[in-house]
């Protein structure tokens, strides 16, 4: 257990020479030492690379309250949030006039019926396919407007 602990304290100092090699060296009564310099009298074991050190802050830190330089810049929230707002907008008209679409279209069209031979007539296929599509219209569009308004949820 004392070895690793002093392997890592040994690379806590050297985290500032983090791009400079560090040798193993082994002295002749058993201690090992880890050195960017020869050592006199040791036995060279080999050669140890520190790892490299982050470039910059990595994500949050457990424990550690997010400051402001944590947080995107305000106008790019800003434009998130409008562009966001936009889309939620126009989900909403979409619906409205899916929605408006599938209701004007329940009255069938001309050649949406087919007589039958007690003079009546009944809905044919076109017709159930074209109310089919519509009520597809209005669940694409619903799921447009959720999707929307979760994005302009996360913006805000």
Request: net charge positive; no cysteine; charged share 20%.
């Given at each position: 257990?004392?070895?690793?602990?002093?392997?890592?304290?040994?690379f806590?100092?050297?985290?500032?020479a983090?791009?400079?090699?560090?040798?193993?060296?082994?002295?002749?009564?058993?201690?090992t030492?880890f050195?960017?310099?020869p050592?006199?009298?040791?036995?060279l074991?080999?050669?140890?690379?520190?790892?490299?050190?982050?470039?910059?802050?990595?994500?949050?830190?457990?424990?550690?309250?997010?400051?402001?330089?944590?947080?995107?810049?305000?106008?790019n929230?800003?434009?998130?949030?409008?562009?966001?707002?936009?889309?939620?907008?126009?989900?909403?008209?979409?619906?409205a006039?899916?929605?408006a679409t599938?209701?004007?279209?329940?009255?069938?069209?001309?050649?949406?019926r087919?007589?039958?031979?007690g003079?009546?007539?009944?809905?044919?296929?076109?017709?159930?396919a074209?109310?089919?599509?519509?009520?597809?219209?209005v669940a694409?569009?619903?799921?447009?407007?959720?999707?929307?308004?979760?994005?302009r949820?996360?913006?805000?």
């Amino acid at each position: 257990m004392r070895f690793p602990a002093f392997l890592l304290l040994v690379f806590a100092l050297l985290a500032p020479a983090a791009a400079q090699t560090v040798y193993r060296y082994v002295t002749p009564d058993g201690r090992t030492i880890f050195s960017d310099q020869p050592v006199p009298g040791a036995k060279l074991q080999g050669t140890v690379t520190p790892p490299a050190q982050p470039s910059g802050p990595t994500g949050p830190v457990e424990g550690r309250t997010p400051t402001a330089t944590d947080k995107p810049p305000a106008d790019n929230r800003a434009q998130r949030l409008r562009a966001a707002t936009q889309e939620v907008d126009a989900a909403t008209q979409a619906l409205a006039q899916a929605r408006a679409t599938l209701e004007t279209g329940k009255e069938p069209l001309p050649g949406e019926r087919t007589g039958t031979a007690g003079g009546g007539s009944r809905l044919n296929d076109s017709y159930w396919a074209r109310q089919t599509s519509n009520e597809q219209a209005v669940a694409r569009a619903q799921a447009r407007l959720d999707a929307a308004i979760a994005a302009r949820n996360q913006a805000l």
